[in-house]
């Protein structure tokens, strides 16, 4: 076990390390930059250009830039965004909080709801409520999510005037997003949890679980379920992976003020400081959860835990 | 000293609903297990011996099996058509089962104490330290070693034999009337299989249990059985006490089997093997369900459904039955030619 | 010992078995027959088909050019005079907008689908034949490249190259693959054990002819299942991205971006956003489908894998 831990750690600071130079340069050697229109007007001359990206050290080659960002970042300065000045350690405070609300609300929304329907779905099969939750599923996976967005907001927006389209953060606010991001995975998640009830409740213990007498929600929520739940528990990992990425759109267009929305901000923008440090952030986001669920999918699944 | 009947079952009829029509697994099967005894309840696999247990437990898979017809009575209460929460307080406290894969009749992610505890719990209004010194009185019964500790095992930290004392002690641990073994033996090792069979037969003097044996092992049978009923096809087409199974077998059938022993067939160089394989239940022989197979075989097997008919408390099913003599294995040249010239 | 009518009873009675157990198809017929019976499945590829065929012919039957503006007929409402679907903002026909959105949604999904598959089987079979080291470096990749979310990357990787469907199609191709290949490698690993790999071997058959012979027919099936869900997924990250002003590019219309474009005037005509999102929820929809019935007719086993 610690020589696992030890080679993955390895691992997520070598892909970081990667990551880093990666993002680095392809930024800066993209076409444009702060000054050719993403901080500076268009319009600013030559001599503005050439002042402001001496001043930003823009104009010393890629790799002594690089070092001098480590050089920052090891002595604890994050830096500044080129855009309005706001301190990087600012930015991360409220934006990190922001999308964390919203990540935790989607994932909370969204497992309520996958896991008892999909248990539902699958001690009810074959019927009418497992064909309603499957097509439901099947729709909600198909649906993407942006245009759903786009749907909510028409309706309770747009018509009904029930919530506000945009913004941040009251809780009529988060309504909206949270449940655009929770969607997808929803779906997802709830097949797995029928499909992995189906093939555990087939298994055979669950018949010496009935012959000792057990009563049926105990054998099924006990123990189907537990079991069940193991794949559910690995597949998390890569959800909050694929949550980091449709946050890049659900908080885009919800204008909801994330570490997401101030990605996609950062980059059309160029706004390098701010791009670079948080796409990072989120690589290694990504990296710990995917951490975090084989740890879980361990401590979950005791014929690993031991062996 | 008059045995009390534990298990009665009358007239059992078992049917699979399939999408290509209903096929009868179990047909009219009948017996009586009194305290005590253990009844096997013998043949090839398919031939409807699950099934039967299952009926009895009510523990079908359904869909796609049913039972058609027939009463059950356990231990004074006839459970037909009882709904499932009486049959639910009967299971593992009236009547227990023990199955053939220890490894995978134990759920993987909870340990062994968990498992026998909720066996327990289930059925007693007892608190958790007290279920667990019963978990633990009767891991000691059983014998297994240290068994304090063994109780935060998983089942895949234990060996094979010990799972399957694990089976029995959950089985055993509320003292039921009736114990169902199914294939108890099959799994393990043969070293293993003395000790675990040994251990049914203790467990068996020292409570009074009645045992329903489910196996195709006739070796298993004669170490415990006291009645035998041997089945084919969903039916039973002879029942009689061990010793007069083995001294007097008067089935075609039995006598196939017994004769596939290798002590029994007395040449262990030539074992016989019953001929063709057991019917596809979607199209059964027209009366005799053995007929296709049977040496002795007649017109009238081929007209006339054979009924169970008794004397001297050994019940048969046939037209036609010969003494025993232990059938010879055909030579495999000739069955070679036989099967070219097809 | 047995009389005539014994004999004859018992070969009537065999001949009758003889019978029921001949009328069982083949495999191959099997799956077809279970294909045709399963309504998932032709569901699924009576939708596929459809948008293959409007795809390839759609813009060519197009009642107008898709980029030309009539500032004079902007946000007609569908049904009008001329539009069976009504203009956008700037007075495009959005029937043949649409018809060209189609076009290049299927492209984008066929095309970087069909590289991820190839890349990855090849990838996968690789790693689960040879082992070793092979496995080691490509099972590295496939490990590093899966856990990470599509869209994250490819908002990185357009921010370096610029907007455009080019981004996208590699952004797309480069993480599905992996998809493919960690379901192709774990295959081989099993199949490899299997006697008919060991006989082959023996014949003296090399290592690419056992690969391309033995082992591609065996894994094909799942491959086409997980391609289909595959092709979904690409077919969804190119409309969002395209949304969030990252992929297609004006005036080229591809679905994703006429929504975006359409959302501004939700009150005044939300066909223009509504549209051409019923038809990605369709096609979506007729994907996901027909991989449920591909899988469950194919491959069992895959179930719950996406």
Redesign the interface.
């Known amino acids: 076990m610690a020589s696992y831990l030890a080679r993955r750690t390895g691992y997520m600071v070598l892909?970081l390390a990667i990551s880093s130079v990666v993002?680095f340069y392809?930024?800066r050697?993209?076409?444009g930059g702060p000054s050719g229109g993403g901080v500076l007007s268009p319009l600013s001359s030559q001599e503005i250009r050439q002042a402001y990206e001496k001043r930003l050290g823009l104009d010393q080659p890629i790799y002594t830039q690089y070092f001098i960002y480590l050089g920052h970042i090891a002595t604890g300065d994050l830096g500044t965004s080129l855009v309005n000045g706001t301190p990087i350690t600012e930015l991360l405070q409220t934006h990190a909080r922001n999308s964390l609300i919203l990540g935790l609300t989607a994932l909370l929304v969204s497992y309520l709801i996958a896991i008892p329907l999909g248990v539902l779905a699958a001690v009810k099969r074959n019927t009418w409520v497992d064909q309603l939750a499957m097509g439901g599923a099947?729709?909600g996976?198909?649906?993407?999510?942006?245009?759903l967005a786009?749907?909510l907001?028409?309706f309770f927006s747009?018509r009904l005037g029930l919530l506000p389209s945009a913004g941040c953060c009251d809780p009529p606010q988060l309504i909206m997003p949270a449940l655009v991001l929770a969607a997808e995975g929803t779906a997802?998640t709830m097949?797995?949890t029928?499909?992995?009830m189906?093939?555990h409740l087939r298994?055979?213990?669950v018949?010496?679980?009935?012959?000792?007498?057990?009563?049926?929600w105990?054998v099924i929520i006990?123990?189907v379920l537990?079991?069940a739940l193991?794949?559910v528990i690995s597949l998390t990992?890569?959800r909050l992976?694929?949550?980091?990425?449709?946050a890049?759109?659900v908080e885009?267009?919800f204008r909801w003020p994330g570490v997401g929305y101030l990605?996609?901000d950062s980059?059309?923008r160029r706004d390098y400081p701010v791009?670079q440090f948080f796409?990072l952030l989120?690589?290694l986001f990504?990296?710990l959860a995917?951490w975090f669920a084989d740890i879980a999918y361990g401590l979950?699944?005791?014929?690993i835990r031991?062996a | 000293m008059s045995a009390e009947v534990a298990l009665e079952v009358k007239g059992l009829h078992t049917t699979l609903f399939l999408r290509e029509g209903r096929v009868d697994v179990v047909r009219d099967v009948s017996f009586q297990l009194n305290d005590g005894e253990t009844l096997a309840l013998v043949g090839e696999s398919g031939c409807g011996k699950t099934l039967t247990a299952l009926s009895v437990i009510r523990l079908l898979p359904d869909p796609p099996a049913r039972i058609t017809a027939g009463s059950v009575v356990i231990d004074g209460n006839d459970i037909t058509g009882a709904p499932e929460s009486t049959m639910r307080s009967l299971r593992g406290d009236t009547v227990s089962m023990v199955f053939q894969e220890p490894l995978t009749s134990l759920d993987p992610v909870f340990t062994i104490g968990d498992q026998i505890e909720e066996a327990i719990t289930a059925h007693r209004k007892v608190n958790r330290r007290e279920a667990r010194e019963m978990a633990v009185e009767i891991l000691k019964e059983v014998q297994i070693p240290s068994p304090r500790q063994r109780l935060d095992d998983y089942p895949h930290q234990m060996s094979g034999g010990m799972r399957q004392r694990v089976m029995i002690a959950m089985a055993l641990v509320l003292d039921p009337k009736v114990l169902i073994a199914d294939e108890p033996t099959t799994a393990l090792d043969v070293t293993i299989q003395a000790q675990i069979l040994e251990l049914i037969r203790a467990e068996q003097e020292r409570r009074q249990l009645a045992v329903l044996l489910i196996t195709h092992n006739l070796a298993v049978v004669s170490q415990v059985a006291d009645r035998v009923a041997v089945m084919y096809a969903g039916e039973i087409v002879e029942e009689a006490s061990a010793s007069e199974i083995f001294a007097n077998p008067r089935h075609p059938y039995t006598q196939g089997l017994l004769s596939s022993i290798p002590s029994a067939a007395g040449d262990s160089k030539h074992l016989y093997t019953i001929p063709g394989r057991v019917p596809d239940p979607r199209v059964l022989p027209p009366a005799c369900l053995f007929a296709p197979r049977c040496p002795y075989v007649i017109s009238r097997c081929w007209h006339e459904h054979p009924g169970l008919e008794a004397s001297n408390g050994h019940l048969l099913r046939c037209w036609n039955p010969q003494p025993f003599i232990a059938l010879k294995a055909v030579e495999p040249e000739v069955d070679l030619s036989v099967a070219t010239s097809e | 010992m047995a009389d005539l009518t014994v004999l004859d009873e018992k070969a009537q009675w065999e001949a009758k078995v003889e019978r029921l157990w001949t009328t069982r198809p083949s495999r191959w017929r099997d799956a077809w027959y279970e294909l045709s019976r399963n309504k998932l499945a032709v569901t699924g590829s009576l939708i596929v088909v459809f948008f293959t065929l409007v795809a390839i012919v759609g813009p060519a039957l197009a009642p107008y050019d898709y980029a030309k503006q009539v500032l004079s007929d902007v946000l007609l409402p569908p049904l009008s005079n001329g539009h069976l679907l009504g203009t956008d903002e700037l007075g495009r026909d959005l029937l043949s907008r649409l018809l060209l959105g189609i076009r290049i949604s299927m492209a984008v999904g066929l095309g970087t689908t069909a590289i991820a598959l190839s890349v990855g089987t090849v990838a996968g079979m690789l790693a689960g034949y040879y082992r070793g080291w092979v496995d080691r470096i490509i099972n590295g990749f496939v490990e590093l490249v899966w856990g990470f979310p599509l869209i994250l990357i490819a908002v990185l990787l357009i921010g370096a190259i610029g907007p455009g469907l080019t981004g996208v199609v590699i952004a797309v191709g480069f993480v599905n693959w992996a998809g493919f290949a960690r379901i192709v490698r774990g295959e081989v690993f099993a199949l490899r054990e299997k006697e008919f790999v060991a006989a082959a071997r023996a014949l003296g058959k090399g290592d690419l002819e056992i690969m391309a012979r033995h082992l591609l027919p065996n894994v094909v099936g799942s491959a086409l299942v997980m391609g289909s869900y595959y092709m979904a997924i690409a077919i969804i990250a190119e409309a969002g991205l395209s949304f969030i002003g990252m992929g297609a590019q004006p005036p080229l219309p591809s679905l994703g971006q006429m929504i975006s474009q359409g959302s501004g005037y939700m009150l005044l005509n939300h066909w223009l956003s509504t549209i051409p999102g019923f038809v990605i929820v369709l096609l979506v929809l007729g994907l996901n489908v027909l991989g449920d019935g591909l899988r469950d007719v194919l491959d069992p086993r895959l179930k719950g894998v996406s």
């Open positions: 892909i993002i392809a930024l050697s993209a076409p099947i729709l996976m198909g649906i993407p999510n942006f245009w786009l749907i907001v028409y747009l997802v097949r797995m029928r499909s992995s189906l093939e298994d055979d213990f018949r010496a679980l009935r012959a000792k007498g057990l009563p049926e105990q006990r123990h537990r079991n193991i794949p990992g890569l992976g694929w949550l980091v990425g449709y890049l759109i885009t267009i990605l996609v980059i059309i791009a796409s989120l690589i990504v990296l995917n979950a699944n005791p014929r031991v």
